[in-house]
């Protein structure tokens, strides 16, 4: 009894060890082949935004005007000016989502942050509707964070 | 119980074993990179404390504290302390649209202070597992303190929880949990818990069956 309890840990052990590399390889494909294509900018930069075609998340251009609080909330999910929504794969708690709002809150160039957890969306209100994050920089963060962007989230 | 027959190697090899996989862990042992998380469970008899720095999104470092007050129902026979140390590792994460989850495992080694007696080297161990997706939400963990010479000493944990509701805004959101523990061989716990949360607070109210009052909480920095 006590051998099998071992050779079960054995194998468990080894079976969550292979998970793991499969997990680095995996992100290791995506940030160097096909994430890439899709990224524009550095990592540290924020980049002016160029519209709809780009990448995740759905930046838009703007007239800079602001919105009051109550307004964000009410419309939280839908296009704004100079705001960013994205869409976070398996954030289903405020909790677990801080680390996504404290990170994104040092940037420089954002102004506020908001989440929403039933739809698993993240609000981006920047200081300057011209200046945004990269893609780049928000698969890093949200990285950082233990989530990754939903490309295909319903 | 099987850890108490086992030879030195077999109980060392069962600890790694069940520290780096299996299927349980107390819970997020690995938050953000760069996050600090405080957490408490107290009750009436033992109270569990722990600090949690997380270096890297895949793993992170903690120091714990664990108090046993009474003799009755102490698996060593005497009130006793555990203080350590311990590296806590992401084994593995599933993103799903609408859920996520997660495999937990540590390692650690610390001092085991009985009320009478010199204190022990000790080496301690987890592994836990949870999926939650907005509206449900259960858990698995498997805690082992492995003292020098004293008895193993284990805490068995499953629990389940559901949320009545879901807010699409942010605001205090609130879960109805129930958990199942056990220390060792003792009679198991069942406690039904109320869970609040509110951006980065979390905390918990419940009293089991046996009428013992319980306080968890959960704060990230």
């Known amino acids: 009894m006590k051998k099998l309890i071992l050779a079960t840990l054995v194998l468990l052990m080894f079976s969550g060890l292979s998970f793991a590399s ?12 096909k994430h890439k294509a899709h990224m524009e900018g550095g990592h540290e930069k924020a980049h002016e935004p160029k519209g709809k ?14 919105h009051g609080k109550e307004s964000h909330k009410a419309e939280l999910g839908q296009i704004q000016s100079g705001n960013q929504e994205i869409k976070v794969k398996g954030m289903v708690c405020e909790v677990c989502a801080y680390g996504i709002r404290k990170t994104l809150k040092k940037e420089a160039v954002v102004k506020s942050v908001e989440v929403n957890i039933k739809d698993h969306l993240v609000r981006i209100e920047y200081k300057d509707p011209k200046k945004v994050l990269s893609n780049e920089r928000l698969a890093e963060i949200l990285v950082d964070a233990g989530y990754e962007l939903d490309h295909g989230g319903k | 119980m099987i850890l108490m027959e086992t030879t030195p190697v077999q109980r060392f090899l069962i600890f790694i074993g069940l520290a780096l996989f299996s299927s349980f862990s107390w819970s997020h042992p690995v938050i953000f990179k760069g996050g600090l998380e405080l957490q408490g469970e107290t009750q009436e008899r033992d109270s569990m404390y722990s600090v949690t720095y997380t270096v890297h999104p895949r793993w992170a470092i903690s120091a714990h504290h664990y108090d046993f007050r009474e003799s009755l ?4 026979g005497k009130p006793f302390e555990v203080a350590s140390a311990q590296v806590n590792v992401l084994v593995k994460r599933w993103l799903n649209h609408g859920s996520q989850g997660n495999i937990y495992a540590g390692l650690g080694a610390g001092s085991f202070i009985p009320q009478v007696g010199s204190s022990e080297f000790l080496s301690r161990g987890f592994v836990s597992m949870d999926w939650e997706s907005t ?5 698995g963990s498997y805690l082992l303190y492995l003292p020098d010479q004293s ?3 284990d805490f068995k944990k499953l629990r389940a929880g559901f949320a009545p509701y879901i807010l699409d805004q942010e605001g205090l959101n609130s879960w109805f949990i129930m958990e199942w523990r056990q220390m060792n061989r003792e009679r198991a716990e069942v406690t039904p818990f109320l869970r609040f949360f ?3 607070v979390l905390f918990e109210l419940g009293s089991s069956l046996d009428g013992f009052f319980k306080f968890n909480f959960m704060i990230h920095y």
Do not use: M
């Open chain 2, 198 to 200: 509110h951006q980065s």
């Open chain 2, 135 to 139: 509206k449900y939400y259960v858990a």
């Open chain 2, 73 to 76: 129902g102490s698996p060593v």
């Open chain 1, 53 to 66: 075609g780009h990448g995740h998340g759905k930046s838009h251009d703007g007239h800079g005007k602001e």
């Open chain 2, 151 to 153: 008895g193993a000493v």
């Open chain 1, 22 to 33: 499969e997990q680095e390889s995996q992100k290791s494909d995506h940030s160097h082949g």
